[in-house]
């Protein structure tokens, strides 16, 4: 539900969701909703949702990542380097790219 609500655009409805869950949300639900946030270009909700995915999956590099590219969208180049150092301060590296063509 949270990923047809982000994806149709009900960002807030797909948060609210998240936040009545009965559970504690893992990475891959706050990543869902910060992939749609990523898709309708919403800059300012997907910054908060990635404080809370980082929170949630420190380890995955993809969301590091979606939140450095919201920084240097909004040209906030000092945070783009505080993401990068996070990285760097927690052992976090970027996978290469690959497919299965």
């Known amino acids: 539900m ?3 609500y982000g994806k149709s655009g009900g960002l807030d409805k797909a948060e ?6 009965p559970f ?10 910060l992939t749609s946030c ?24 993809g969301y590091y990542i ?8 909004m040209e906030m180049w000092d945070d783009v380097e505080k993401v990068r150092k996070m990285m760097k301060d927690r052992g976090v590296k970027k996978t290469a790219g690959w497919s299965s063509v």
């Open 2 to 4: 949270v990923d047809l």
């Open 16 to 21: 609210a969701l998240i936040l009545s869950m």
């Open 24 to 33: 504690v949300p893992d990475g891959g639900i706050w990543g869902s909703l």
């Open 38 to 61: 990523k898709m309708h270009n919403n800059a300012e909700m997907g910054l908060k949702i990635a404080k809370r995915t980082i929170e949630a999956d420190p380890e995955n590099d």
């Open 66 to 73: 979606l939140m450095s590219d919201f920084y240097s969208c």
